[in-house]
């Protein structure tokens, strides 16, 4: 991270944190902490989905897990909190179970492979009424007594900055050029030392924890769940759509993503009524088939055609600049 | 001193036998060089010494442990270096971050990785390319950034599969005169080549012909050339009279 953007990131965390202070309607407040909790769920996907490049569409197991996790401990008289953390532990073991035998398989394989795991959380959950209270439903206690909903938006907040914080030392380690390797040529990757399984497993690990966090968060915030709504496709899809739409692999890419898409899905939502979801579709296909490094991908990519960036964290493709084509063809006479 | 030794190696894919009963063994500080047409089983020979695959039969040992089932990371730790046919290079990453990242295998520390891999390009002359994404590189570079990449790792031995084809000739001889050098790092060294004799010729101290999966020859370079079996193989009966 660069010191410009060092400072970028400071600033916007410092006046997020600021934002209960003048913000004072429930329902803004409520967007904003569906932003946030958006930003971090795509941060925490993008170390997996981003710099490994492996594309899980099952983050909602993880999502689901947390959620589940901190409902159903407190219920059995465990305090709230201390559910929190053991619901991410359960998650951290089955991102461990599923990542064991859905990284064997790569590409495509390994997408669908997570969709199926995901699919068989939520099932699990949906039939198993006695523990889970099944399709009806269970309830989450609250876990901020007063000004709830400030207090929310604080944890998101929070939440954001951590796994941003996280991924900025994670993008400049070994374990960050790691994970890049990976995603550019995993036999390349192996043939200078890298035991790819155990990297893209850990990485894997951490995204689970975070996520599982954000799962309770909202878990707690609407107080009430059920499988289909914390553990469903669409979960995951969106968990995806987040950092893929502001630039996966970048640092600043899910933050900016979830800021347009979840405000965007907000204002749709109050402006289109019932076609909202026709309108969010055609946003996404957009910016898929125009901007397909995402937006914040396409921005550093044309910074880079304007001055030698030194480049790295923010690897996302590069066209090839006329003085390079000019430097090899003069390298090859 | 004995580095590598390979003892009745064999391989199969389906009815084909790509390597067949091959024993060998590489000295510390020599630069080996598989010379075969295409199909012969180099390629495969390699993948078998980096455990990309493993053999079906024979055993592999490199400074008398036993590598014969290891997976290619532990193989590049324990100090097996290569370099693909196909070049592989980490195309949104820079030249600098792909050769850091074989210098990463060594350090935690970015700091002394990048130390690292500028001192390596330097020595193969890329120090103009550093910041530049490894994609859309030429041929010429792309290929010197596999043996950067591998040479980060701070490899005993260092296998180069077909390290200079597709280079003009100019280039893959000077690439040659380069390579000629990492005994000097006590860097020994296999390369895989099919056509390119000169730069055979040039700096190779042992050659090992293989045909078809099978061992034919093997020995100094020029003994080797000589041979009726070589070059009824592989050279050609007309090699004799262009000469080199």
Not at chain 1, 1 to 11: L, T
């Given at each position: 991270?660069?010191?410009?953007?060092?400072?970028?990131?400071?600033?916007f965390?410092?006046?997020?944190?600021?934002?209960?202070?003048?913000?004072?309607?429930?329902?803004?407040?409520?967007?904003?902490?569906?932003?946030?909790?958006?930003?971090?769920?795509?941060?925490?996907?993008?170390?997996?989905?981003g710099?490994?490049?492996?594309?899980?569409?099952?983050?909602?197991?993880?999502?689901?897990?947390?959620?589940?996790?901190?409902?159903?401990?407190?219920?059995?008289?465990?305090?709230?909190?201390?559910?929190?953390?053991?619901?991410?532990g359960?998650?951290?073991?089955?991102?461990?179970?599923?990542?064991?035998?859905?990284?064997?398989?790569r590409?495509?394989?390994?997408?669908?492979?997570?969709i199926?795991?995901a699919?068989?959380?939520?099932?699990?959950?949906?039939?198993?009424?006695?523990?889970?209270?099944?399709?009806?439903?269970?309830?989450?206690?609250?876990?901020?007594?007063?000004?709830?909903?400030?207090?929310?938006?604080?944890?998101?907040?929070?939440?954001?900055?951590?796994?941003?914080?996280?991924?900025?030392?994670?993008?400049?380690?070994?374990?960050?050029?790691?994970?890049?390797?990976?995603?550019?040529?995993?036999?390349?990757?192996?043939?200078?030392?890298?035991?790819t399984?155990?990297?893209k497993?850990?990485?894997?690990?951490?995204?689970?924890?975070?996520?599982?966090?954000?799962?309770?968060?909202?878990?707690?915030?609407?107080?009430?769940?059920v499988?289909?709504?914390?553990?469903?496709?669409?979960?995951?899809?969106?968990?995806?759509?987040?950092?893929?739409?502001?630039?996966?692999?970048?640092?600043?890419?899910?933050?900016i993503g979830?800021?347009?898409?979840?405000?965007?899905?907000?204002?749709?939502?109050?402006?289109?009524?019932?076609?909202?979801?026709?309108?969010?579709?055609?946003?996404?296909?957009?910016?898929?088939?125009?901007?397909?490094?995402?937006?914040?991908?396409?921005?550093?990519?044309?910074?880079?055609?304007?001055?030698?960036?030194?480049?790295?964290?923010?690897?996302?493709?590069?066209?090839?600049?006329?003085?390079?084509?000019?430097?090899?063809?003069?390298?090859?006479? | 001193?004995?580095?590598?030794?390979?003892?009745?190696?064999?391989?199969?894919?389906?009815?084909?036998?790509?390597?067949?009963?091959v024993?060998?063994?590489?000295?510390?500080?020599?630069?080996?060089?598989?010379?075969?047409?295409?199909?012969?089983?180099k390629?495969?020979?390699?993948?078998?010494?980096?455990?990309?695959?493993?053999?079906?039969?024979?055993?592999?040992?490199?400074?008398?442990?036993?590598?014969?089932?290891?997976?290619?990371?532990?193989?590049?730790?324990?100090?097996?270096?290569?370099?693909?046919?196909?070049?592989?290079?980490?195309g949104?990453?820079?030249?600098?971050?792909?050769?850091m990242?074989g210098?990463?295998?060594?350090?935690?520390?970015?700091?002394?990785a990048?130390?690292?891999?500028?001192?390596?390009?330097?020595?193969?002359?890329?120090?103009?390319?550093?910041h530049?994404?490894?994609?859309?590189?030429?041929?010429?570079?792309?290929?010197?950034?596999?043996?950067?990449?591998?040479l980060?790792?701070?490899?005993?031995?260092?296998?180069?599969?077909?390290?200079?084809?597709?280079?003009?000739?100019?280039?893959?001889?000077?690439?040659?005169?380069?390579?000629?050098?990492?005994?000097?790092?006590?860097?020994?060294?296999?390369?895989?080549?099919?056509?390119?004799?000169?730069?055979?010729?040039?700096?190779?101290?042992?050659?090992?012909?293989?045909?078809?999966?099978?061992?034919?020859?093997?020995?100094?370079?020029?003994?080797?050339?000589?041979?009726?079996?070589?070059?009824?193989?592989?050279?050609?009966?007309?090699?004799?009279?262009?000469?080199?």
């Open positions: 991270m660069s010191h410009r953007q060092f400072i970028a990131a400071a600033g965390f410092l006046l997020s944190f600021a934002v209960p202070l003048v913000v004072h309607s429930d329902y803004t407040l409520q967007i904003l902490f569906r932003v946030f909790l958006f930003a971090a769920l795509g941060l925490a996907w993008n170390l997996v989905g710099y490994a490049g492996q594309l899980s569409l099952g983050h909602a197991a993880y999502f689901g897990v947390g959620a589940y996790g901190l409902a159903l401990l407190s219920k059995v008289g465990i305090p709230p909190w201390l559910s929190l953390f053991l619901g991410v359960l998650a951290v073991i089955s991102a461990a179970i599923i990542g064991l035998v859905s990284f064997r398989l590409g495509p394989y390994f997408a669908l492979c997570t199926a795991f699919e068989v959380v939520r099932l699990v959950a949906k039939n198993l009424p006695d523990v889970t209270g099944g399709d009806v439903g269970t309830q989450v206690p609250l876990l901020f007594t007063e000004s709830s909903i400030k207090s929310f938006y604080i944890s998101g907040v929070l939440l954001t900055a951590l796994a941003f914080v996280l991924t900025a030392w994670i993008e400049r380690s070994k374990f960050g050029y790691y994970l890049m390797a990976i995603r550019e040529d995993e036999d390349t990757a192996m043939s200078v030392g890298v035991n399984s155990r990297v497993l850990w990485s894997l690990l951490i995204s689970a924890a975070l996520t599982a966090i954000g799962g309770a968060l909202y878990a707690s915030l609407f107080l009430f769940i499988p289909d709504q914390v553990m469903s496709l669409d979960m995951s899809v969106e968990i995806a759509i987040v950092p893929m739409l502001g630039g996966a692999g970048t640092l600043f890419g899910p933050v979830s800021i347009v898409l979840e405000t965007a899905a907000e204002i749709f939502k109050n402006i289109f009524q019932e076609a909202h979801l026709l309108i969010y579709g055609v946003l996404v296909v957009m910016v898929v088939i125009f901007l397909p490094e995402g937006i914040a991908g396409t921005i550093v990519n044309k910074l880079r055609l304007f001055k030698k960036a030194p480049a790295g964290s923010l690897a996302a493709p590069v066209p090839v600049r006329p003085e390079e084509e000019a430097e090899r063809t003069a390298f090859r006479k | 001193m004995v580095l590598l030794e390979a003892k009745h190696v064999s391989k199969r894919f389906g009815g084909l036998k790509a390597v067949n009963d024993s060998f063994t590489v000295s510390r500080g020599e630069i080996t060089f598989i010379v075969g047409p295409n199909g012969a089983g390629t495969t020979l390699f993948n078998l010494i980096t455990g990309v695959v493993h053999p079906d039969s024979g055993s592999i040992y490199f400074q008398d442990q036993d590598i014969t089932k290891l997976a290619p990371d532990q193989a590049a730790k324990l100090g097996i270096g290569r370099t693909f046919q196909i070049v592989k290079p980490l949104n990453l820079t030249v600098l971050e792909n050769v990242l210098a990463f295998l060594r350090t935690s520390k970015p700091a002394q990048e130390e690292e891999a500028r001192g390596i390009l330097t020595f193969l002359q890329m120090e103009k390319f550093l530049l994404p490894a994609r859309g590189m030429g041929l010429p570079m792309l290929k010197r950034l596999e043996i950067a990449r591998a980060a790792t701070q490899p005993k031995l260092i296998l180069l599969d077909e390290v200079v084809a597709g280079l003009p000739t100019v280039e893959a001889i000077k690439l040659a005169m380069l390579l000629k050098r990492l005994p000097e790092w006590g860097i020994s060294a296999i390369g895989g080549i099919e056509h390119v004799m000169q730069v055979v010729m040039k700096i190779a101290d042992r050659v090992i012909v293989i045909d078809r999966g099978v061992l034919i020859a093997e020995g100094k370079p020029q003994e080797v050339v000589d041979r009726p079996e070589v070059i009824e193989a592989y050279l050609g009966p007309k090699y004799k009279e262009i000469g080199l």
